[in-house]
Each structure stands twice: as C-alpha cells, then as structure tokens.
C-alpha cells in the first residue's frame, strides 16, 4: 500500500510540473536549468536543424520567455553556441549566449514560408520567440538583455546587422528593430513610421567591448496609444508615443541575435558574399508583464527610477 501510495504521489507531482512548465510565459524564473543546443530532426527536409533542448532559457541565461532557434535550415554549431564556466566573462552568473555570422554562409526558414537568406541577400543567427509566446499587444510589457560586440568583427559597408527586433509576420515586417552598420553607431528604428525613424542609443565609439544592459518598456499597438522607451546602462535614451505596431501584424515574436541585411538585388550579397564576419554575445535575456519582474536589482538598477 505505502509503495501504491508514493507511486501515486510521484505521479502527480510530475504533471503538476509539467502543466507549471506548459503554462511558462513571463513567469518561468523558478527554472534553474540552462538549456543546451541540439539537432532535433525535421521531416519536412529529412535533416537534423539546431535547436534548443529546452524552450525556457534557464536561469543563469535568463527567464520570463520562450525560446526557439529561427530560420535553422542550415544552421551549425558555430552560428549559436552557449559559453559555460566562464563568470569572468558572463554578464552575471557563469553562461552566456555566443551568436556569429560568417561570410559565405546563410540558412532558410525551417517551415511552410520558403524564406531563404541565401537567395535574399541576408545572413543571420537568431533566436526568436516561440510559436503562441509572443509578447501580447495592447498592454505594457518590460523586456531586459545585456549583449557584448567584440571590436574584432568584421562589418562590411553597406550592410545593416540587427541585434534585436519585434517582426510582425512575413507581410508587415518589423516593427521594430535595434541595429548598427559600418560607420553609425547603435540605433532603434521604428519601422512603423514612414519612413522609419530612428535615433542613435549607442554612440559608435562606447559600443564594443563591454557589456550593455538594454531594458524596453513598451505597448505595441495599431492607434496612438502605443508606446516605446528604451534604457541603456540605466539612462533613458528613447521615449516614443504613438503607433507602435504594423498595421498588417498578426502576431509580435521577438528576434534576438544576429540578422545582416545587404542587398537584395542584383545578387551581390547573395549565399553570404560580402555580409561580414560578425560576433554579438547575450546574457540575461528577462521578460516580464511589470519591472518588478525583471529583477533589476541584480544590475543594482531601481523600478522607480525608471519613468
């Protein structure tokens, strides 16, 4: 009896974490465990596609979301890796996320849309939010990551890589997207607008070799009520009102990592020709329906003083 009745109790013990699991959105910090990257077959193609382990990030890599490899088509170890045992050089903790691009190398969509970077004049390694796990529109929600760019990478002119955007489905695009070229400096560019707007949030001579906490505080919305603000290293540097999401989006996932974009004509930046050799470490990837949530105090930053 007593062996029946502790079968049963691990039993339900097991489903009542895995619904806990199944239900994680922006509350998954109790997760201690860091995910690992690993080729999981795809019967489409027939092929193994990098992809995460786990779609919750784990704790010392950050919390608050799920997450899937995007366009993995293609994509080796190289392109994302997890760095381990190594707190001299992670932002907090002992992990980090290591992204890279390399010239002569691109991937395609593993889906139904038939995207192919190589044949697009692009190249990337990203990740990005799963499926149903977007963040929602037309209510507030606060986003923090840190991310190093090593002064090493080589960038080409006329090339725009992207460390971050909301891309609002294959018909509206982005929404919203952070990114830097050869000569600039490190932008937000609301994608809403037209033609975009954009402002500089990182000086180009403060942006490499350190690491740089980004938090977002936004409302993605189709009418005026929409908003955006962006803190760089504790200091408000963006503060938008207004629309704030593509007329055309149906849905918001977040994209984090590396996105080149060359040129789509012409073929000169087609199968990665001419797109760089670009490296963008991340660390402490967090989401959260309110600050509190971000556990900011761990950067020694304040809620309050954020307005």
């Known amino acids: 009896m007593k062996i029946f009745l502790n079968l049963l109790y691990i039993i339900f013990f097991v489903a009542i974490?895995?619904?806990?699991?199944?239900?994680?959105?922006?509350?998954?910090?109790?997760?201690?465990?860091?995910?690992?990257?690993?080729?999981?077959?795809?019967?489409?193609?027939?092929?193994?596609?990098?992809?995460?382990?786990?779609?919750?990030?784990?704790?010392?890599?950050?919390?608050?979301?799920?997450?899937?490899?995007?366009?993995?088509?293609?994509?080796?170890?190289?392109?994302?890796?997890?760095?381990?045992?190594?707190?001299e050089k992670a932002r907090l903790g002992t992990s980090y996320l290591r992204f890279e691009t390399r010239e002569g190398h691109?991937?395609?969509?593993?889906?139904?849309?038939?995207?192919?970077?190589?044949?697009?004049?692009?190249?990337?390694?990203?990740?990005?939010?799963?499926?149903?796990?977007?963040?929602?529109?037309?209510?507030?929600?606060w986003h923090f990551f840190s991310f190093k760019i090593p002064s090493s990478m080589e960038q080409k002119k006329g090339v725009k890589t992207s460390i971050w955007q909301i891309h609002s489905g294959k018909l509206a695009g982005p929404s919203w997207m952070i990114r830097f070229t050869k000569n600039s400096g490190l932008k937000i560019e609301n994608q809403t607008a037209f033609p975009p707007d954009e402002k500089v949030i990182i000086k180009r001579d403060t942006l490499f070799d350190k690491w740089q906490d980004v938090i977002i505080k936004a409302n993605l919305s189709k009418k005026i009520n929409g908003s955006f603000k962006i803190w760089v290293n504790g200091k408000k540097q963006f503060d938008y009102k207004g629309i704030s999401r593509q007329s055309?989006?149906?849905?918001?996932?977040?994209?984090?990592?590396?996105?080149?974009?060359?040129?789509?004509?012409?073929?000169?930046?087609?199968?990665?020709?001419?797109?760089?050799?670009?490296?963008?470490?991340?660390?402490?990837?967090?989401?959260?329906?309110?600050?509190?949530?971000?556990?900011?105090?761990?950067?020694?930053?304040e809620c309050s003083a954020l307005n």
């Open 17 to 87: 974490s895995y619904t806990s699991y199944a239900k994680c959105a922006f509350n998954c910090s109790k997760e201690k465990k860091t995910t690992s990257l690993i080729f999981e077959h795809n019967s489409k193609f027939n092929e193994k596609h990098l992809n995460f382990s786990s779609t919750i990030l784990g704790k010392d890599l950050g919390f608050g979301h799920r997450w899937e490899t995007k366009s993995r088509r293609r994509l080796k170890e190289w392109n994302i890796s997890i760095v381990k045992d190594s707190p």
């Open 106 to 141: 691109c991937t395609a969509t593993h889906g139904k849309s038939g995207w192919d970077d190589c044949k697009k004049g692009r190249n990337r390694a990203e990740i990005q939010s799963r499926w149903n796990n977007e963040v929602k529109p037309n209510r507030n929600f």
């Open 248 to 301: 055309t989006a149906v849905r918001d996932p977040i994209d984090l990592g590396i996105y080149n974009t060359g040129s789509r004509y012409g073929g000169q930046n087609n199968n990665g020709k001419d797109l760089g050799n670009i490296v963008v470490l991340f660390d402490e990837i967090r989401l959260g329906d309110k600050c509190k949530d971000l556990k900011l105090e761990d950067f020694k930053y």
